[in-house]
């Protein structure tokens, strides 16, 4: 990791930039696919399929008995595993539901909002070298506590043609309704537009890469909906005195073993810290399967020596992480500060792979900065909130005249004249019940 000692604040937002291909690259490899899926449908989604994935694949529909026969080669131990995360995962996202709460606004006008689920979801879950599993039990158990009634999956097959195990039993577990074997931006593609195999979506949910993430952003154009800009991954630490060095290495490692483009950044106020991390990063390091991807995600990566936790603080609000580590004394009082971070962990022992797995809260967190503008995915993302109202009479006489005022002032005479028929008919009754109780006099 390369150490910056004190930066000035007005390199501040360089140093907050991530590791980019260049969008021009990026958005005319997904132009040519999309193109090509929207023409010929399936046969463009399995040659794709064919040149980045599996070369000989003659399907990517993966049938229900190869999902069955896939539980057989999970552990039992495993399965264990995967199930107390759906249970956390679950218990979680229950506590999301909203009930209606109905409000008179004004004697007579009733408001209220109400949830419904997006009917049909894609979700895209990463496999190659690092197999997801974790991702389907993120977004498969929300959607379906949501109501969802056609839940979408699409995963890269392997070398071999074969979808990891662990991911075809999680998504059955997790009422996966239709899974198939394709990766990247024409998975994005064939959910986007539908093929004859490929059902359209309304909404994708799902990380990646960036070929991915530019897929996503581009289907918006399409009209399908997207979770978030969610691409590679990474993770801020602010580490003071308090601070467990091995722990905080091995949080950083955990980010840097996802892929050579994820970013790890560690935030001190401390020299020693910041050394005695290194230290246990390249002590760690050995032991690691993935070494080399995390040696080049380290390269991206950087160490910044700040004057004060005040600093520190400021700049992750700047830099906006998908995952923030405040591994510092008194953690929950300096997490008030925070106002940009996909998702928080407190203290030493709140490690970011237990949010990864099985805390309950959700993985799927915006990067790139996003987490300014974007939460990460709640029960929330698989709905929508559709507004009623009630208006009464009375409501009527409540808002009847602004709404004609307001209309008319607006040039838009259709609208008055909607409420001025209306007041006309009360009027007309007013009279006509005067006129009744004088002859009944």
């Given at each position: 990791m390369k150490i910056i000692s004190n930066p000035s604040p007005s390199k501040w937002e360089?140093?907050?930039e991530r590791p980019m291909i260049k969008q021009q690259k990026l958005m005319k490899t997904v132009d040519k696919v999309f193109y090509d899926i929207h023409r010929k449908g399936d046969k463009a989604v399995l040659s794709y399929s064919r040149r980045f994935d599996f070369p000989d694949q003659e399907s990517f529909i993966v049938s229900s008995e190869t999902i069955d026969e896939a539980a057989k080669l999970v552990s039992e131990r495993l399965k264990q595993s995967i199930?107390?995360?759906r249970k956390n995962i679950e218990v979680f996202h229950r506590s999301q539901i909203e009930e209606a709460v109905k409000v008179e606004t004004a004697p007579g006008v009733v408001c209220w909002r109400e949830s419904r689920p997006i009917e049909r979801v894609g979700?895209?879950?990463p496999g190659g070298t690092a197999p997801l599993f974790s991702t389907v039990l993120m977004l498969a158990v929300p959607a379906m506590i949501a109501g969802c009634s056609e839940i979408v999956l699409c995963t890269p097959p392997d070398k071999e043609g074969k979808i990891d195990p662990a991911i075809l039993y999680t998504a059955k577990l997790a009422g996966v309704t239709k899974v198939f074997a394709?990766?990247?931006?024409q998975a994005i593609g064939a959910m986007t537009f539908g093929t004859e195999t490929v059902?359209?979506?309304?909404?994708?949910?799902?990380?990646?890469?960036?070929?991915v993430m530019a897929a996503k952003r581009s289907s918006q154009y399409y009209g399908v909906a997207i979770?978030?800009?969610?691409?590679?991954?990474?993770?801020?630490?602010?580490?003071?005195q308090t601070c467990n060095p091995s722990f905080v290495a091995a949080d950083l490692l955990s980010q840097a073993e996802h892929g050579p483009d994820s970013q790890v950044i560690l935030l001190s106020c401390n020299k020693k810290v910041i050394k005695e991390v290194n230290k246990e990063i390249d002590n760690q390091l050995v032991a690691l399967p993935r070494q080399d991807i995390a040696i080049q995600a380290l390269k991206n990566s950087k160490a910044i020596l700040f004057k004060d936790i005040e600093d520190c603080i400021a700049f992750s609000n700047l830099y906006a992480p998908e995952h923030l580590i405040l591994a510092v004394?008194?953690?929950?009082?300096?997490?008030?500060?925070?106002?940009?971070?996909?998702?928080v962990f407190l203290g030493n022992w709140s490690c970011e792979s237990a949010g990864d797995y099985a805390s309950g809260t959700n993985h799927t967190l915006p990067t790139s900065g996003f987490a300014k503008s974007f939460s990460g995915v709640s029960l929330d993302s698989f709905i929508k909130k559709i507004t009623f109202q009630q208006i009464s009479e009375e409501g009527i006489r409540s808002i009847g005249n602004a709404v004609?005022?307001?209309a008319e002032a607006e040039k838009l005479y259709a609208h008055k004249n909607a409420m001025t028929l209306r007041q006309g008919v009360l009027a007309e009754k007013l009279i006509t019940n005067i006129e009744n109780s004088d002859e009944e006099v």
């Open positions: 360089k140093l907050s199930e107390l995360a979700i895209y879950v394709l990766g990247g931006i059902p359209k979506v309304y909404k994708i949910f799902g990380p990646g890469n960036q070929y979770d978030m800009p969610a691409g590679p991954s990474e993770v801020l630490i602010i580490a003071d004394e008194n953690p929950s009082l300096v997490s008030r500060e925070v106002i940009n971070a996909g998702s004609e005022t307001m």
